[in-house]
């Protein structure tokens, strides 16, 4: 994989992870868990869509989408989506720095396999 796929690949990546983190922040600011019910489903999508971090989610959503499919045209498959793996390495980070969010140990060991095997994979 080349520097500009392997760029592509990663923006795909890096958008999809900062989408997750954007969603996050947005279901923070309605109060947490949303619970719909018959009654009110309309009312709540109406909050959860005039949410700013919400919308800025959806937009990195749809641009990665575009990026993704850009590094896909580069890179075969079977080489491209497991570096989708380090999305939840940029998720947990972003979630730490950005969210308060807690990452044990037991967590940033899983981290650090997923980071060796996905450099192992692009050795290929």
Not at 74 to 94: E, F, H, K, N, Q
Request: proline content about 2%.
């Amino acid at each position: 994989m080349n520097l500009t796929t392997f760029a592509f690949i990663l923006t795909g990546v890096l958008l999809n992870a900062a989408a997750q983190l954007l969603l996050k922040a947005g279901t923070n600011a309605l109060g947490g868990a949303i619970h719909l019910t018959a009654q009110n489903w309309f009312a709540t999508g109406i909050k959860v869509i005039s949410q700013l971090p919400i919308l800025a989610g959806l937009a990195c959503y749809a641009i990665s989408v575009v990026v993704w499919i850009i590094g896909l045209s580069r890179a075969d498959v079977t080489l491209a989506y497991p570096m989708l793996s380090l999305g939840y390495i940029a998720t947990a980070i972003g979630a730490y720095l950005f969210l308060g969010e807690v990452v044990s140990v037991q967590r940033m060991v899983a981290m650090a396999v997923i980071i060796v095997g996905v450099a192992l994979m692009a050795r290929t």
